[in-house]
């Protein structure tokens, strides 16, 4: 091997050098980037969270009544409809997780209100839900229950009979005998 390939070699790895400090830079402003887009996202939640407040309840008393215990609950559809209405352009609601959790994506179109419905109406269906210590479903809400909830946080109501149904049709939930169940 000459010189000549000595010197490619060299200039070869100082271009490395010099593409790999670029790409650190360009990781750098995407993390900056998605963490402002991350700070914008959780301030729609948090408002739409100050906005709607919770829910307290009384769990259980002790037996000589001197101690209840609270237990305060997010009425997640409230949430999901304030927060779709409040996210940017490009962004929904892609729905409740089990934990708690929302998942927000960013799909690059606007909302549409048939997307907005249908994410709202999942929420109601899972909130509604009541299981029992072996996690079997003991209470579901009724197809009406579930469509006047929606009319309440501000979807159509013949939109939401459509959208509940499509939900039906797709399996994310199921309606058996006028009841609405997890899908």
């Known amino acids: 091997m000459g010189s000549d390939d000595e010197a490619s ?32 996202l959780t301030g729609v939640v948090e408002r739409a969270i100050a906005t709607e407040g919770a829910n307290v309840t009384v769990e259980s008393t ?11 609950r997010l009425d ?9 209405e409040e996210l940017p352009g490009g962004f929904a609601v892609k729905g409740v997780n089990d934990d708690g959790t929302l998942s927000v994506e960013w799909s690059r179109r606007k909302t549409s209100a048939e997307q907005r419905a249908m994410v709202i109406l999942q929420a ?3 909130e509604a839900v009541v299981t029992d210590a ?18 309440e946080l501000g979807v159509d109501r013949e939109l939401a009979g459509e959208r509940l ?3 039906d049709d797709i399996g994310k939930v199921d309606i058996e005998e006028g009841q609405v169940f997890p899908g």
């Open 62 to 72: 002790s037996s000589d009544g001197k101690t209840q215990r609270l237990r305060p």
């Open 9 to 40: 070699s060299h200039e070869q790895m100082q271009r490395y050098e010099e593409l790999a400090e670029r790409e650190r830079e360009y990781r750098a402003e995407k993390r900056a980037m998605l963490d402002d887009v991350g700070d914008e």
């Open 134 to 151: 072996d996690e079997l479903i003991v209470e579901a809400p009724t197809r009406s229950d579930v469509i006047d909830r929606a009319t």
């Open 165 to 167: 149904q499509r939900l």
């Open 124 to 126: 109601i269906v899972a």
């Open 76 to 84: 997640k559809p409230a949430l999901v409809a304030a927060v779709t």
